[in-house]
């Protein structure tokens, strides 16, 4: 289990603590943002360098703590200029991400329709979150894109999950406003 070594380590998970036994997941994901915009702007918090090391040829997934007691997973991802994900969902997990370095776009879609493994999806709004901005995510209104609109610069997002994220669906484009679920699982890449 991940339990990286970093300033501020203790008053992050804390903090995490305090949001989660908040009460139910509206209450706790209400708690979560507001702790985490905290914690973004609060300089004695300083996640490990290697969240600012982007992978060529993914976004990356570090998983930096795991909570023994209350079950939820701390994810810092890093994204590389341009990188992002496709419409995907969480699984049935709430989670709250908050962007603490770079600028992120990130697309909510609304779902439509589905036929089997078949959905119709609608982009439903989006916007550019820099330093400090925190959302939600709480099933069904999960679905989603993010990206880097950089082309230069490494963005860091952290991402608060009710439990380990291990898979989700994503949602391969088909034709019009219809996609094809996948099912993917996801890697953790390594943190020092």
Not at 71 to 99: F, I, K, N, R
Not at 142 to 150: C, F, L, M, P
Request: hydrophobic content about 35%; aromatic content about 8%; charged content about 25%.
């Amino acid at each position: 289990m991940p339990d990286l070594d970093f300033p501020g380590h203790d008053k992050l998970v804390a903090a995490v603590d305090q949001a989660v036994n908040a009460g139910d997941e509206h209450a706790v994901t209400s708690a979560l943002r507001n702790a985490l915009c905290r914690m973004i702007r609060d300089r004695d918090v300083q996640l490990p360098q290697c969240v600012y090391d982007a992978i060529d040829d993914h976004y990356a997934r570090r998983e930096i703590y795991r909570s023994p007691s209350l079950g939820y997973s701390v994810v810092a991802m890093t994204w590389g200029p341009g990188q992002g994900t496709p419409v995907h969902d969480h699984c049935g997990l709430w989670c709250v991400e908050g962007v603490w370095d770079g600028e992120l776009e990130i697309t909510q879609y609304e779902l439509l329709e589905r036929n089997g493994d078949h959905f119709r999806f609608r982009a439903a709004g989006g916007m550019h979150a820099g330093p400090g901005s925190a959302g939600s995510l709480i099933p069904p209104h999960e679905y989603h894109t993010i990206r880097n609109s950089s082309d230069s610069h490494v963005a860091v997002s952290l991402h608060i999950y009710k439990a380990p994220m291990e898979a989700c669906s994503m949602f391969v484009p088909r034709e019009g406003e219809w996609f094809t679920r996948v099912d993917k699982a996801l890697q953790t890449d390594e943190a020092a």
